[in-house]
T-cell receptor, first 111, second 112 residues
Framework: RKEVEQDPGPFNVPEGATVAFNCTYS??????FFWYRQDCRKEPKLLMS???SGNEDGRFTAQLNRASQYISLLIRDSKLSDSATYLC????????????FGTGTRLKVLA | GAGVSQSPSNKVTEKGKDVELRCDPI?????LYWYRQSLGQGLEFLIY????????KSGLPSDRFSAERTGGSVSTLTIQRTQQEDSAVYLC??????????FGQGTRLTVV
């Protein structure tokens, strides 16, 4: 099983739609979780951290489910500018802070 | 500096030559990471530094790849005897402890 898995998509959604992505991780001891956004031919940029209690930033909501070992990202009222690849990131605890990136989920918001 | 700085931004080299890629992390960040991303692919972990030591080198693809970090700051990734399959974007990121990592803009390496 991969350490971090994501559905590669693409998810094609109309403007204004709500879309959700999940990301599963294999190491139950992982403590830190993040969502990044990557635009074509650009570096990944931090979208939001994921906390146990769940957190929201405008149209974006992140959740952590430790029992089932997955994190989720919900985007409400999708905009054309949300089109990008969304990467989930999990730390692999081994006395260090090694971050493993999922391969990403491609989102296309259509006019 | 304000962000992670990588140089050069682009590098074209002939097969068999050695290349050095540089990463200048955010000031005060103790952790530094190197990743590689081939066109249309996900991020591939290469190596991680905590301070000047590299607890995890498991992602280095071959012994042609090496990296060092000095003074707990700047890191250099060296690829010896480059091959065409080494062509990719090499991304460096830094973080403070287990906080989020921030990326440089990457070095696009093309081996011809």
């Amino acid at each position: 099983r991969k350490e971090v898995e994501q559905d590669p998509g693409p998810f094609n959604v109309p403007e204004g739609a709500t879309v959700a992505f999940n990301c599963t991780y294999s190491n139950s001891a992982s403590q830190s979780f993040f969502w990044y956004r990557q635009d074509c031919r650009k570096e990944p940029k931090l979208l939001m951290s994921v906390y146990s209690s769940g957190n929201e930033d405008g149209r974006f909501t992140a959740q952590l489910n430790r029992a089932s070992q997955y994190i989720s990202l919900l985007i409400r009222d999708s905009k054309l500018s949300d089109s990008a690849t969304y990467l989930c990131v999990v730390n692999i605890p081994s006395g260090t802070y090694k971050y493993i990136f999922g391969t990403g989920t491609r989102l296309k918001v259509l006019a | 500096g304000a962000g992670v700085s990588q140089s050069p931004s682009n590098k074209v080299t002939e097969k068999g030559k050695d290349v050095e890629l540089r990463c200048d992390p955010i000031s005060g960040h103790t952790a530094l990471y190197w990743y590689r991303q081939s066109l249309g692919q996900g991020l591939e972990f290469l190596i991680y530094f905590q301070g000047n030591s590299a607890p995890d080198k498991s992602g280095l693809p071959s012994d042609r790849f090496s990296a060092e970090r000095t003074g707990g700051s700047v890191s250099t990734l060296t690829i010896q005897r480059t091959q065409q399959e080494d062509s990719a974007v090499y991304l460096c990121a830094s973080s403070s402890m287990d906080r989020a990592a921030f990326f440089g803009q990457g070095t696009r390496l093309t081996v011809v």
